[in-house]
C-alpha cells in the first residue's frame, strides 16, 4: 500500500522534484504551496501518511501551521524542509514532535532517510 505524503512548499518546482522523485519511491505524493492549501487539503480528510513542511510560506510560517495541525489532531510524522533553519525553529520543530529538520539544498537520498526513520526519531541534518 503506498503512503500518502503532502508537500506543503511555496516554491513549484521543489513540489513538482519531490513528487517525479518520492512517488519512484512508492508515496502517493500531493502538494500545497501556501499554508491555507495546505489546511484545506488537510481538511479534505483524505488522509495523510507524512508531512513535508517548508517554514517560510507566502501565507504563514511553516511552524504556526504545523500547530495549527496539531490543534486539529493530526499527529502525522512531519519532516521539516527550509533553506532558514536556526536553532529556535529546530528547538519548536521539535516540540512540535517534528521527525527531521532538513535544510535546502538537501540530497534527496538524505529526505528519504528521514521519511524512513522509525517515526519516534528525531533526525536533525546540516
Not at 500518502?4 to 517525479?20: F, M, P, T, Y
Not at 502517493?28 to 488537510?42: P, W
Amino acid at each position: 500500500m503506498r503512503k500518502n505524503l503532502l508537500v506543503i512548499d511555496d516554491e513549484k518546482e521543489i513540489c513538482w522534484l519531490l513528487q517525479q522523485i518520492l512517488s519512484q519511491e512508492g508515496y502517493q505524493v500531493s502538494a500545497a504551496h501556501s499554508g491555507k492549501e495546505g489546511l484545506a487539503y488537510i481538511g479534505r480528510g483524505e488522509g495523510i501518511d507524512v508531512l513535508i513542511l517548508d517554514l517560510h510560506l507566502p501565507d504563514m510560517n511553516g511552524l504556526d501551521l504545523l500547530e495549527q495541525i496539531r490543534a486539529a489532531g493530526l499527529q502525522t510524522p512531519v519532516v521539516v524542509i527550509t533553506a532558514f533553519g536556526d536553532e529556535e525553529s529546530r528547538e519548536r520543530a521539535a516540540g512540535l514532535g517534528v521527525k527531521g529538520f532538513l535544510d535546502k539544498p538537501f540530497e534527496i537520498s538524505t529526505l528519504v532517510a528521514a521519511l524512513l526513520a522509525p517515526s519516534g526519531r528525531r533526525k536533525t541534518i546540516n
